[in-house]
């Protein structure tokens, strides 16, 4: 059995991202949200384009509103109105002042803005009753914010509306993302029926393959969902091979423990796949495959459905971001918690509790779900979104410790 995260290390070693230039297609602007940004993107723009104002105001000379006050205000004559979209014409001379609105292009000539709280306007005349605090005053100066040509948007990053408003500003209408990882999902097991199917004694639904298929989709890989195989050589062997030659993950759940029906690694064997995990020592999922083919990665998951999912949280999710290009961000968040309960372990195994965590007071708190912590119990699980984290070793936390937590944000 593996220490979790000598397991981790070692699958994250063999995960490869996507880099060719087939892994790349070009989505449109509207449609890039929460893809991977495949290529760097640099604009020819400057950022902001030009001189503009920062609020509505006048642009002056700042050598003619320097020494006003209220007492000695500087009176100027308006040469122009520039609202926003308008090119100026005139340039402000001595004593001259333009009208500016926020966003609007500087007129030549002027240097600072005069915010028009501190102007008192008459007709044609501004009379500035406070001298702006320094030359350049509320000016958003052109590039200042990005230089054409520098790098703007870096790969391996998720699009989220930051990126994307940054894309839009650049005209970038074609985004390049890595496509999307596909993730083969079969279920193996005599005693699996589908949702609709009635269901006869000794038989259960097949709910891993939805609970897979969620958590793929919600990582922003698409889910092909393989179908329930029996507990048959021939036939697993088929479904694995197939699944490993049109996915470029496949996660199997059940059939990887030690009874004489658990034919999961024998088959991978027979089909040449290089195994490098058997076992992890952590509760749930101990018995969790982990095996390489030539091109895809193979998790043969525990059949309990809290075992398959807190297995595909702790160690799928993070190959599978790995996997599809981000640069940073694919291991698993881990938090510190106030505990709210009692937790229990017998210390053999690093344990995952699951339950709420909550925010209080800038604090966060870890709350046991209630019932049975058996991995065949998804009851419980329901409407949790965080797992507790006990080490090997240790056998309790009590009321008011604080602990590591595995944070699901599942939003
Ligand atoms: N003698 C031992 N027995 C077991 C050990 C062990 O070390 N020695 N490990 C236990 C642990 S831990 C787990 S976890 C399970 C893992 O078993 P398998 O991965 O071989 O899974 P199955 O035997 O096929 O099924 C286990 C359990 O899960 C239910 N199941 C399976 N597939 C699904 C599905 N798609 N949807 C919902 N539920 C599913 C299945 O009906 C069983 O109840 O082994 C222990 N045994
Ligand atoms: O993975 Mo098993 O009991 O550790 O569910
Ligand atoms: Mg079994």
Known sequence: ???????????????????????????????????????????????????????????????DVKGCSAEQPASLNIVEEIPAGYQPRKRVQAGQAARILTGSLMPAGADTIVIQEHTQRHEETVLVLEPPSEPKA??????????????????????????IAV?????????????????????????????????????????NQYALAALVAQIGADPLLMGTVRDNPDD??????????????????????????DYVDRILATLGANIHIRSVAIKPGKPLTFATFPHALYFGLPGNPVSAMVTFWRFVQPAILKKSGLATGWQPTFIRAIALHDLRSNGQRETYVWGTI????????????????????LINL???????????????????DSLQVLDLHRG
């Open 167 to 207: 894309l839009a500003a650049a005209q970038c209408t074609k985004v390049p993302v890595f496509r999307r990882l596909r993730v083969a999902i079969l279920s193996t097991g005599d005693e699996l029926v589908s949702p609709e199917q009635p269901l006869q004694p000794g038989q259960i639904v097949d709910s």
């Open 236 to 261: 697993l062997k088929r479904a694995i091979s197939t699944a490993t030659q049109s996915a470029d993950v496949v996660l199997s759940s059940g059939g990887v423990s030690v009874g004489e029906y």
């Open 138 to 163: 509320f000016v958003r100066h052109r590039g200042a914010f990005y230089k054409a040509g520098n790098p703007l948007l870096a790969p391996g990053i998720r699009l989220k509306a930051p990126e």
């Open 1 to 63: 059995m593996l220490p979790a995260q000598e397991a981790e290390a070692l699958i994250l070693e063999a995960v490869h991202p996507l880099t060719a230039e087939s892994d790349i297609e070009q989505v449109e602007l509207a449609s890039c949200r929460d893809r991977v940004l495949a290529t760097p993107v640099t604009s020819s723009l400057d950022f902001p384009h030009w001189d503009n104002s920062a609020m509505d105001g006048y642009a002056v000379r700042f050598e």
């Open 358 to 377: 909550t925010l209080s007071d800038g604090m966060y708190h870890f709350a046991r779900a209630g019932g049975d912590h058996s991995s065949g119990n």
């Open 382 to 400: 329901a409407g949790t979104n965080a797992l507790g984290v006990m080490a090997i070793g240790q056998t309790q936390v009590r009321a008011g």
